[in-house]
């Protein structure tokens, strides 16, 4: 393993421990529902839509997380001639901690970068939703990497948190 690899996954590694501590703060006061069969886990906002998406792309930010980008659902529905409600899907993630799940079974490029949707439901509510990633790993039958998948399992609940409502 290289020298600058090994540096970048260490710096990483650090930069998500120190987020970590506030992903645990979200999880102490009950942010972080539990991931349903399929994996995903959901918390409705206490914003609207333009608000969310705003407020998840600054904490993305904050974090030092690189963004890739925004999908308006909404907007290439329409441009098919189909009614869709408000779905934006956000991509965002951090290559040296993100490709050491492709490196361990190629196939967890299907769930990498983190993709994280928001959405309005028929009730007029907001949701955010994303896939767990302990369920990726399972998905992709990855167990060399439990520490990773957990650091990046607790830094998407606390991006979610961001616009959770209590």
């Not at 967890?108 to 949701?127: E, I, K, Q, S, T």
Request: net charge neutral.
């Amino acid at each position: 393993m290289s020298n600058c690899f090994t540096h970048a996954c260490a710096a990483a590694l650090l930069a998500f421990s120190l987020m970590a501590g506030s992903a645990q703060m979200a999880q102490a006061e009950g942010v972080k529902p539990a991931a349903s069969p399929s994996g995903v886990i959901a918390a409705r906002s206490a914003y609207g839509m333009e608000e969310t998406v705003a407020r998840l792309k600054r904490d993305v930010a904050a974090k030092g997380i690189t963004f890739f980008q925004e999908i308006d659902q909404a907007a290439l529905a329409a441009r098919a001639g189909i009614a869709l409600k408000p779905s934006m899907l956000l991509i965002f993630g951090n290559p040296p901690l993100g490709t050491q799940f492709i490196t361990a079974n190629p196939q967890a490029g299907l769930d990498w970068p983190v993709r994280m949707l928001v959405y309005r439901d028929d009730a007029g509510a907001v949701w955010v939703a994303y896939t767990d990633f302990d369920w990726i790993a399972k998905r992709h039958g990855v167990t060399a990497r439990d520490a990773q998948f957990h650091m990046a399992s607790e830094v998407a609940a606390s991006i979610a948190s961001s616009v959770a409502s209590h």
